[in-house]
Nanobody, 117 residues
Framework: VQLQAFGGGFVQAGGSLRLSCAAS????????MAWYRQAPGKQRELVAG???????HYAGSVKGRFTISRDNAKKQVDLQMNSLQPEDTAVYYC????????????WGQGTQVTVSS
């Protein structure tokens, strides 16, 4: 299973970015798809997650500003980020839980998001 993430970049405070992550490979079913982020000197944290049925969860710091969505046919998860703030600066990682004969977790390569004040 491979995850390809794209869409990061540099934006001024108040701006928007959209991240996408596509899964490929031998995949029977994907359960949860999520985005995490890790800022310099900090632990990786969950930003948002979405189940196969569309139930979502957001970190309190992004609720109301970020929206996670998924396309099950494309095996893709997106993160629309609005009203970005400097504290959103981090490397963003997608994560998927793949269900097959076993349940396995996979990480994307990370994409940098930088928000200037």
């Amino acid at each position: 299973v491979q995850l390809q993430a794209f869409g990061g970049g540099f934006v001024q405070a108040g701006g928007s970015l959209r991240l996408s992550c596509a899964a490929s490979g031998s995949i029977f079913s994907i359960n949860v798809m999520a985005w995490y982020r890790q800022a310099p000197g900090k632990q990786r944290e969950l930003v948002a997650g979405i189940t196969v049925s569309g139930r979502t969860h957001y970190a309190g710091s992004v609720k109301g500003r970020f929206t996670i969505s998924r396309d099950n046919a494309k095996k893709q998860v997106d993160l629309q980020m609005n009203s970005l703030q400097p504290e959103d600066t981090a490397v963003y990682y997608c994560n998927v839980e793949v269900i097959g004969l076993t349940i396995d977790n996979y990480w994307g390569q990370g994409t940098q998001v930088t928000v200037s004040s």
